[in-house]
């Protein structure tokens, strides 16, 4: 649910099965700090909520008259500090509560031919949102953010009327309110998800090929499922250069190392001989390490030169 979060792992693609050659380690001390980056992300998406049109019916001394609430939009969110946690084996679960809206739209009412409206303004009080969301790695090795569970409740809602005949309408709120919660309970939680949706999609369209030069790419793979538990969060990159010519394998394989995590940092980041030996084959598959050197650039007072009878002892042919 936190893209400050998740965006420390977006060099993301895979090669299943391989040791890996680059490991980084994201501490609960690095978490927290994702939160307070993430709880932007946050507010901004719970202000993009479109809510449906709340309609019903209200028994008043005229009788019973059809109302309808439409265009709710949140104009203000309130979002205390949230609670985030690793949670071992699936990934991340964020808690918010005490989380307050402030909220407009229309309202509109009939009562047989007599049609009424104008506009109100809404207070959601004390509303609790718990998500957990999964952390994993698609076929190609992104990435992969799924929503587990979510839940919502909206403890009290306040509504003032404006326009119309709101005056004789106010009286009778505290008859449908417990509507109006349900319907704005039950809309969190599927926006909410939609936009883990959306983030699970920009993680699969991430590059996890580099450019580093003309002759090198850098790449970045995930080699297996992130490994999560309750203080930390680890992850196995490819880490290979490849020479953009050739593209070719190096004759050697990344060796398992491990990573020891740093008490009191918020992220580690370590790399084997594999990554760097990778670079050198890179280089030499390309031809870069390759020179010729002929005769007429030994020096004069060389005692041997590239000739038959300097050289023929060491090749004959």
């Given amino acids: 649910m936190l893209p400050s979060v998740i965006v420390v792992f977006m060099l993301l693609s895979c090669s ?7 490991q980084v380690i994201l501490t609960n001390k690095g978490l927290q700090y994702g939160k307070h980056v993430g709880s932007g992300w946050i507010q901004e998406k719970l202000t993009q909520i479109t809510f449906p049109d709340i309609d019903g019916d209200v028994d008043i001394f005229i009788g019973r008259v059809h109302y309808t609430l439409s265009g709710v939009t949140i104009q203000k969110c309130d979002l205390p500090e949230p609670v985030v946690e690793f949670v071992q084996d ?16 229309d309202w509109r009412t009939r009562f047989g031919l007599i049609h009424d409206g104008g506009s109100f303004n809404m207070a959601i009080f004390n509303t609790d949102v718990t998500s957990v969301v999964h952390l994993g ?12 569970s979510c839940d919502a409740s909206v403890r009290d809602v306040d509504i003032q009327f404006s326009g119309g005949a709101s005056w004789i309408f106010q009286p009778f709120v505290k008859y449908f309110k417990g509507h109006v919660i349900g319907i704005i309970q039950n809309t969190i939680c599927p ?19 580099f450019g580093v030069n003309e002759v090198l790419t850098l790449e ?4 297996g499922v992130p490994v999560v538990d309750a203080s930390n969060l680890k992850l196995g990159l490819k880490g290979e250069f490849y020479s953009i010519k050739t593209h070719k394998e190096p004759p050697f394989v990344a060796q398992q190392f491990t990573l020891p995590e740093q008490a009191g940092y918020m992220l580690s980041m370590g790399m084997s001989e594999f990554t760097l030996n990778s670079a050198s084959f890179g280089y030499f598959s390309a031809g870069e390490l390759q020179a010729l050197i002929n005769d007429s650039m030994m020096p004069p007072h060389c005692p041997f030169h590239l000739n038959t009878s300097s050289m023929g002892m060491f090749i004959p042919q």
């Fill in 16 to 22: 299943c099965g391989e040791n890996p050659a680059v």
């Fill in 137 to 148: 790695s698609d076929a190609e090795g992104h990435l992969s953010v799924t929503s587990i």
């Fill in 90 to 105: 699936i990934g991340l679960k964020t808690s918010i509560t005490g989380l307050s809206l402030a909220l407009t739209g």
């Fill in 191 to 209: 926006e909410l998800e939609d936009a883990i949706v959306e983030l699970d999609h920009h993680l699969q369209a991430m590059n996890v090929s």
């Fill in 220 to 223: 970045v793979p995930l080699t």
